[in-house]
């Protein structure tokens, strides 16, 4: 079983940074491609990044892109997301999730596995 398990969240000034990890265990790492999710509260969970297993692709989401950056360490076991000229609009629950097979995805229903999140909030 595929677990996942985020860490880096915390309360940050507009304008700072945060990076967030997310640590797998139980599967094959470095076969998943990997997404980053975040729900706001009142909000449906939406997709922030995703890299492919090689991590040779990557795609952002326009909201964030040129702000935020996804990686992997297939080493390491390891996604990042770092978020730089964070916004009070970034405020949200910030989930990893990885898919166990193709390509990577836009799609929540696509990902087979969860990790329990990490709160980000930015004050303004």
């Known amino acids: 079983q595929v677990q996942l398990v985020e860490t880096g969240g915390g309360l940050v000034q507009a304008g700072g940074s945060l990076r967030l990890s997310c640590a797998a265990s139980g599967g094959i790492f470095s076969s998943f491609a990997m997404g980053w999710f975040r729900q706001a509260p009142g909000k449906d969970r939406e997709f922030v990044a995703a890299?492919?297993?090689?991590?040779?692709?990557?795609s952002h989401a326009d909201s964030v892109k040129g702000r935020f950056t996804i990686s992997r360490d297939n080493a390491k076991n390891t996604l990042y997301l770092q978020m730089n000229s964070l916004k009070p609009e970034d405020t949200a629950v910030y989930y990893c999730a990885a898919k166990s097979f193709g390509s990577p995805s836009w799609s929540v229903g696509a990902y087979d596995y969860w990790g329990q999140g990490t709160q980000v909030t930015v004050s303004s």
């Open positions: 890299i492919s297993w090689s991590g040779g692709s990557t």
